[in-house]
């Protein structure tokens, strides 16, 4: 059988468990992944009326969360690859009713936007899921002005010895469990585990942040490391 390339794997994994994704998103991360995210948007210090892209936006929670900070003045959108994740983001806007939020299918590696075009380019828990994480920070780079801030939400590698030791077992064992049990889709959670393992800790994704041209990177770390913010600044 020919080896699906890690593009192809990832697309098919979020256009199958697309109508389960948030529940699990809440097991798995025991709740946790809601309030990073506004410790996140505290950080950020969004501004009404900024104009703010989310990739790999999911089932669009950020770019909702984004919505309601920029304001009727502002603009958000939000791009994914996957319509049927879309397609939750765009029923849930039609809850907020957001005129300054939009949805658009799209690829994190080539984004179809101009240079400088963006105050706020944010990326939540979608950068372990790209085929090249570097070419991605480089799209978000070019995209947002001068001035601006990239953000990414991020699993990472915890470092406290023994809750390191859990937390790998819990990503292996007991959450690709939890995908079966849940969203009868233990492949796809299994997926999970491969791409968080293999994600760079904090200080190396400091790194490529600079690499990618950011002048300077900010790192906060959330729950002992389970995930962390980076924020760089072009």
Not at 48 to 57: E, F, I, N, Q
Not at 104 to 115: I, K, Y
Request: aromatic residues 14%.
């Amino acid at each position: 059988m020919q080896q699906k390339s890690k593009e192809e794997r990832v697309h098919h994994v979020f256009e199958k468990i697309y109508d389960k994704y948030d529940t699990m998103n809440s097991i798995i991360s025991f709740q946790r992944h809601k309030s990073w995210r506004k410790d996140v948007m505290k950080q950020m210090n969004v501004t009404k009326g900024a104009s703010t892209l989310d990739v790999c936006c999911g089932t669009g929670d950020w770019s909702i969360s984004l919505a309601e900070s920029v304001g009727p003045t502002g603009k958000v959108i939000g791009l994914d690859f996957s319509k049927n994740m879309l397609s939750v983001a765009i029923e849930k806007n039609k809850d907020y009713n957001y005129d300054q939020l939009s949805f658009v299918h799209g690829n994190a590696m080539e984004l179809p936007f101009e240079d400088n075009s963006f105050d706020f380019v944010t990326i939540g828990f979608g950068l372990r899921n790209v085929p090249d994480y570097m070419t991605v920070l480089k799209e978000m780079y070019r995209v947002v002005k001068p001035g601006g801030k990239v953000v990414c939400l991020e699993t990472s590698q915890p470092t406290m010895f023994g809750f390191k030791q859990l937390y790998f077992f819990y990503f292996r064992f007991i959450m690709p469990l939890f995908g079966r049990i849940f969203a009868k889709s233990y492949e796809e959670y299994a997926w999970l585990n491969e791409s968080t393992r293999d994600f760079p800790d904090k200080l190396t994704l400091k790194k490529m942040f600079l690499d990618a041209g950011f002048s300077s990177v900010k790192v906060k770390s959330y729950t002992g490391g389970v995930a962390a913010m980076h924020m760089g600044i072009k």
